[in-house]
Nanobody
Framework: QVQLVESGGGLVQAGGSLRLSCTAS????????IAWFRQAPGKEREFVAAIRWNSRHTYFTDSVKGRFTISRDNAKNTVYLQMNSLGPDDTALYSC???????????????????WGPGTQVTVSS
């Protein structure tokens, strides 16, 4: 069982930066693939980024490539999503998700993850 809690969201002006954190309980955190998803009002949830358990592989949706980075500190049971050059289109509720045994082809799909945090709101003003 893994419990996830996100933090770091807030209100930022366009062009600004935020760093989101996803902190997990559980001794097997280092074995989990961690992903970030976001959902804007009236829109479907979309994949943002993911990092494999060994940090060797990271994935990003096209719209955030070059602006967002993802990293993890297994000693702190935490994954970070550094978001730079934010724009109004990045406004959404950001949630992290975790699971073990996520195959590469499923990394971007919400159905691959059993554990979810409640989310943290990111609002970017223009």
């Amino acid at each position: 069982q893994v419990q996830l809690v996100e933090s770091g969201g807030g209100l930022v002006q366009a062009g600004g930066s935020l760093r989101l954190s996803c902190t997990a309980s559980g001794r097997t955190f280092s074995q989990h693939t961690i992903a970030w998803f976001r959902q804007a009002p009236g829109k479907e949830r979309e994949f943002v980024a993911a990092i494999r358990w060994n940090s060797r592989h990271t994935y990003f949706t096209d719209s955030v490539k070059g602006r967002f980075t993802i990293s993890r500190d297994n000693a702190k049971n935490t994954v970070y999503l550094q978001m730079n050059s934010l724009g109004p289109d990045d406004t959404a509720l950001y949630s992290c998700a975790a699971d073990t045994g996520v195959i590469l082809s499923s990394t971007r799909y919400a159905t691959a993850y059993d554990y979810w945090g409640p989310g943290t709101q990111v609002t970017v003003s223009s």
